[in-house]
């Protein structure tokens, strides 16, 4: 009977171990709440991914961010496109993991970025 129970605690223990696990690994979404609660949750978005996926994230807001920009000077008039960042485009991405809104920028067609190198 002891063995019984010391088995199913440590089945127990094991299953809330994996769970939690499990959750630590979820990828992160972004917080649109707030301008600096997007900020937050897509820096710490940043920083779960490796050093090129974090670059082609980077991109990919730009793109979302440029979508329907029709010239430089229709840009450069907009003090929110001189800077673009993640809190512009928040609603637009609200609740998507980082491969969410890199699909998101594959269905922008009204910009298309050059990197160097690629």
Same mark, same amino acid.
């Given at each position: ?8 605690? /440590? ?18 979404? /972004? ?40 010239? !430089?000077?229709?840009? /450069?008039?907009?003090?929110? /496109? ?15 993991? !980082? ?20």
């Amino acid at each position: 009977m002891r063995r019984i129970l010391l088995k199913s605690a /440590l089945s127990a223990f094991l299953a809330v171990m994996a769970s939690g696990t499990a959750l630590a690994s979820d990828p992160i979404r /972004l917080d649109a709440s707030s301008d600096q609660a997007a900020l937050n949750s897509f820096k710490s978005m940043l920083e779960q991914l490796p050093q090129q996926k974090q670059e082609d994230l980077q991109f990919a807001v730009l793109k979302i961010n440029m979508d329907g920009v029709g010239s !430089a000077s229709e840009m /450069l008039a907009d003090p929110a /496109l001189r800077a673009p960042t993640i809190a512009r485009i928040k609603d637009r991405v609200a609740g998507m993991t !980082a491969e969410e809104i890199l699909a998101v920028s594959e269905t922008v067609t009204s910009v298309q970025l050059v990197r160097p190198g690629r």
